[in-house]
């Protein structure tokens, strides 16, 4: 079913979301105008319209990594819309050589096409999960589609490395839908979010990404790049490969070590296993500890 649902880009998902929005506020006040209510319903309306929004789009106020826990000199660097073979490499053994792991977002697509990548970042000890096969916007899709674009992502991402990928799931842009947490919950995937907003992607300058991700660097974070271009553009990702030394610089000096995602979640017991057990040694390098 999935190839036969309409795609809806970033901007036409904001417009119909609008769009749904102003029918929330439109159905209150014609209620109002029905019962003489003045503007009872109307306000009802905005409530409801703000709080889908809020929720569509990912804002703090919903979350996006319940349960997370913070492990002492710890953070996560996550990267979404790769692999990209200009990028991906490059990042995967600067952070393995300096002794540092990160989870990587993939595109199933990208992944079917690349799938050396996604082998390197296996062997460079980084953490691969799904950010869906094609980077549509789910906020319409059908709870058949997610699964498609999960399930899909799935068995390209463990094509080249033997075994799944972690059972994280980041939607592309964070845009989701009513049921889009269910439906990947159903599939045994954790949906996840990030911190701050980091925006590498619109090329704003490489101390300007450093900048802002030094004002999210702390124990616990979970920061968000990019090594690749989700909308098939090709867009360039070098000015954050180039602000990278100067993030792991930062970090460093604060005693913290990039771990996977994974770690800073909850296992079932409601525990978190330490960085030093979960996270293996990137292979063929002399990595340093990750809480060290």
Known sequence: MWDHEVMLGKNGTSVA?????????????????????????????????????SYTFGTPLFGGLSGRRRWPGSFSLTFDDGPDPRYTAVISELLAARGHRATFFVLGAAACRYPELVAQLADDGHEVAVHGYDHRLLAFSLP?????????????????????????????????SLWLGRTAAGM??????????IFDTANPGVEAIVTRVHRELKEGAVILLHDGDGSGKGSPRQQTVQALPE?????????????????LLPVSDGSTIPAHVRCPPASGRDALSPTG
Do not use: K, N
């Open 17 to 53: 979301c609008g769009l749904v929005s102003t029918l929330l506020v439109a159905g209150g006040a014609a209620l109002d105008f029905a019962f003489r209510t003045r503007i009872v319903f109307t306000l009802v309306g905005i409530g409801t319209a703000a709080v889908y929004l």
């Open 144 to 176: 058949a589609t997610v699964r498609s674009q999960i399930s899909r992502t799935e068995v390209a991402a463990m094509a080249p490395t033997g075994r799944p990928p972690a059972r994280l799931f980041r939607a592309p842009h964070g845009v989701r």
């Open 247 to 263: 993030i792991l610089d930062d970090a460093e000096a604060r005693g913290l070590r990039s771990v996977w995602l994974s770690t």
């Open 188 to 197: 045994g995937y954790r949906l996840c979010g990030w911190d701050g907003r």
